[in-house]
T-cell receptor, first 113, second 115 residues
Framework: EAQVTQNPRYLITVTGKKLTVTCSQN?????MSWYRQDPGLGLRQIYY???????DKGDVPEGYKVSRKEKRNFPLILESPSPNQTSLYFC????????????FGSGTRLTVV | AQKVTQAQTEISVVEKEDVTLDCVYE???????LFWYKQPPSGELVFLIR??????QNEISGRYSWNFQKSTSSFNFTITASQVVDSAVYFC????????????FGEGTQLTVNP
């Protein structure tokens, strides 16, 4: 089954403790992206990657890092999480960006206390 | 700059009522795509439709229909004879040719269908 898998689904952590949210896709898609969803703001792009070793900032990149060492994986790293990063995070992949849409993962609900 | 506005934050209807979710977008591109996604209480994003800027034909899929009007920059979504299972947050999104990979989302509309 074609899918985007992100883990964990739920995570509670403390301020400053580094964490990684993993994302993997099995569709051989070139484009991958991370979004965060906050009430009243919709989804906003954090980072995206056009291919292996090619990444760029989205609209809200501060406090996040990404890497794309393999085509299928695109982890999101929070080196020093803060409470304002409490959010619902989605990983997504696309065959080639525009004009294709994205396939989204099931989401990771992160709480930073 | 690209922007998507969903002015209706919350809508509440009674089952079997028809309901329209509004979506207004801004773009300077002539080539773009518009999307609707559904987010049920379980949290995942479910793709509903993709429409390109050159195709203004309305689309119907079962109880769902979409009205795309470039003249008013709107891409509205109507659910006919709503059901409790339609309760969800609905997002409209825009993808522009010049923006490459980015999907710009609206704020979302929480639809509650009461029995």
């Amino acid at each position: 089954e074609a899918q985007v898998t992100q883990n964990p689904r739920y995570l509670i952590t403390v301020t400053g403790k580094k964490l990684t949210v993993t994302c993997s896709q099995n569709m051989n898609h070139e484009y991958m992206s991370w979004y965060r969803q906050d009430p009243g703001l919709g989804l906003r792009q954090i980072y995206y990657s056009m291919n292996v070793e090619v990444t760029d900032k989205g609209d809200v990149p501060e406090g996040y890092k990404v890497s794309r060492k393999e085509k299928r994986n695109f982890p999101l790293i929070l080196e020093s999480p803060s409470p304002n990063q409490t959010s619902l995070y989605f990983c997504a992949s696309s065959l080639g960006g525009f004009p294709y849409g994205y396939t989204f993962g099931s989401g990771t609900r992160l709480t930073v206390v | 700059a690209q922007k998507v506005t969903q002015a209706q934050t919350e809508i509440s209807v009674v089952e079997k009522e028809d309901v329209t979710l509004d979506c207004v977008y801004e773009t300077r591109d002539t080539t773009y795509y518009l999307f609707w996604y559904k987010q049920p209480p379980s949290g995942e994003l479910v793709f509903l439709i993709r429409r390109n800027s050159f195709d203004e034909q309305n689309e119907i899929s079962g109880r769902y229909s979409w009205n795309f009007q470039k003249s008013t920059s709107s891409f509205n979504f109507t659910i006919t004879a709503s059901q409790v299972v339609d309760s969800a947050v609905y997002f409209c999104a825009l993808s522009e040719e010049t923006s490459g990979s980015r999907l710009t989302f609206g704020e979302g509309t929480q639809l509650t269908v009461n029995p």
